[in-house]
């Protein structure tokens, strides 16, 4: 279904990212990988699925550097037609303790990257009148957690961000969505099981119960794989007409 274009998701050499960015290859999709550590194992495991494939090491949180990575997208395959911004950290603490320098990072890298990337990204999609933003954002798009305070007003930033984007190209082929899932067993969550399993000196297995019970009635994790399926639907021209939706992926987290 998206063989010929090209498909560039950031922070993709780990979890969610990498999950999409394998969806949309499956899908016939060339893809440009993002994002720090190993980078050599997520291009094979594209390359291996017959597509094209290539990495650009920018920080997200440097919009020169986001900048570069554009550029070298369109050098690559000519241009972006689909952009997944994905790219996100965490850190947990209440906001009388919480570290400037962790909002501002958090701020950069989980909001204003998306920013960037599609502020650089629209006008080759606009001029093909065709293309797709899709921003993971999160639950905590939507709602609060406590502890989470840059995180929670990133991503609600980033759900707003969706929702102007669609707007602005309403009568054309270009829309914006953003994905809202709920809790995904991915690197960065992992380290939240691990804190809570020390702080109460419990067992992992009961930390990520106790995680799961405490916000998603469903008690299972949503995937990476289930995620690239949510976004494999917006690239579909079934999804022509979806625009500035946040769209849950949560067990049932904001149902309640
Ligand atoms: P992850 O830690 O597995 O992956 C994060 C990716 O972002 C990695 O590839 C990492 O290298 C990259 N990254 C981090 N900082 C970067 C920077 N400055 N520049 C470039 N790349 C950078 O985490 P994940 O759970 O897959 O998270 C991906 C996205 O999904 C994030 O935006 C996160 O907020 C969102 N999300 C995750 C969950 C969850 O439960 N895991 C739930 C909702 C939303």
Redesign the pocket.
Known sequence: MLKGKTALV??????????IALALAREGANIVL????DAQGPQAEVAALGVKVAYH??????PA?IEEMMKFAAAQFGRVDILV??????HVARIENFSIERWD?II???MS?AFHATRLALPAMQAADWGRIIN?????GLVGSAEKSA?VAA?HGVVGLTKVTALENATTGVTCNA???????????QKQVDAKAAAQGISNEAATKQLLGEKEPSLQ??T?EELGSLAVFFCSPAGNNVRGVAWNMDGGWTAQ
Do not use: R
């Not at 950031?10 to 999950?19: E, Q, R, V």
């Not at 993971?136 to 905590?140: D, G, K, P, R």
């Open positions: 950031t922070g993709s050499t780990s979890g969610i990212g990498l999950g993002n994002g720090f550590g090491g920018a920080d997200m949180s440097k550097e911004n994905n790219a996100g950290i965490q990072a950069a890298i989980n990257s993971v954002a999160s639950i905590h995180y991503k994905i809202c899932p709920g809790w995904v067993l991915t690197p960065l969550v994790f949503t990476p």
